[in-house]
């Protein structure tokens, strides 16, 4: 008799397709996950053998099934796009080249922008507080409603006081008022128009320079050294009546015994 020992070989030696070796793979793991649930189900029912289970027999395998009806199809096309890009490089990048600018290119014929406004965003497009706010912003006619911005200024940890810190103090700020729409801004900016001593348009201030009532000048006249600054910024009302607050304008006050700054 002859034998087919070589054939049979040849036919067990022959590598299976690389989609069906990944879903064999992907069963036996699920397999496992399942024998792993199950073994663990059945400790604890040999822990607790008076506590009835509601899960249904079989439950766990028909659960296995469907994810591995749904993991084929994604595998298989994870697959398919991967190699395909593998075989083909150059098309696949200038291909995603072509779809980004084409993307671009519809997005501004259609007028896309990004959104960012947080109110926008997390509020329910329908709710009645956002049309209430769209109103008051854009069809209201109400002026745009000017914010603080803060002037943070340090000595590397050292005391910020003094004569010298003072007066950079006073530079950040004449910088800021220097600017051609400041007038602008600071009508707009409350109700009641602020002016300064000179009787120009001013935005209101919380800062250490209303000692001087902000004023460059009435500082260098009255401040010589340390001493007349900390002196000056020791009172509990600005020049113009208006109660100090130190911990709005300062950061880590020190003070002596008199109640007197000496750093910050």
């Not at 000595?155 to 530079?171: E, M, W, Y």
């Not at 100090?244 to 700054?261: H, Q, S």
Request: net charge negative; glycine share 6%; hydrophobic share 35%.
């Amino acid at each position: 008799l002859s034998s087919p020992s070589q054939p049979m070989k040849d036919q067990v030696n022959k590598p299976k397709p690389l989609e069906e070796q990944i879903d064999n793979k992907i069963e036996q793991n699920m397999k496992m996950t399942t024998i792993y649930i199950q073994s663990n189900n059945h400790v604890e029912k040999e822990k607790n053998k008076n506590v009835s289970s509601n899960v249904p027999s079989g439950w766990s395998k028909a659960w296995t099934d469907k994810l591995i009806l749904i993991r084929k199809p994604i595998t298989k096309l994870l697959l398919a796009i991967s190699g395909s890009a593998a075989r083909h490089p150059k098309v696949y990048l200038i291909g995603s080249i072509a779809i980004a600018i084409a993307t671009l290119g519809i997005g501004l014929f259609t007028n896309f922008y990004v959104e960012t406004d947080g109110d926008i965003l997390w509020t329910p497009s329908d709710s009645r507080s956002l049309s209430h706010g769209q109103w008051i912003e854009k069809d209201s006619g109400f002026p745009t409603e000017s914010r603080y911005f803060s002037i943070y200024l340090h000595a590397d940890g050292s005391n910020v006081l003094g004569q010298d810190g003072l007066t950079r103090a006073f530079t950040a700020l004449n910088a800021v008022r220097d600017l051609s729409e400041y007038p602008t801004v600071c009508k707009e900016s409350s109700s009641t128009e602020v002016v300064d001593e000179n009787g120009d348009v001013t935005c209101p201030l919380i800062t250490v320079t209303k000692f001087w009532n902000s004023n460059l000048t009435t500082f260098q006249r009255q401040v010589q050294n340390d001493e007349d600054a900390m002196t000056a910024m020791s009172q509990d009302i600005y020049p113009n009546g208006a109660p100090v607050d130190l911990k709005a304008i300062l950061g880590n006050i020190e003070t002596d015994v008199d109640g007197t700054l000496i750093s910050s």
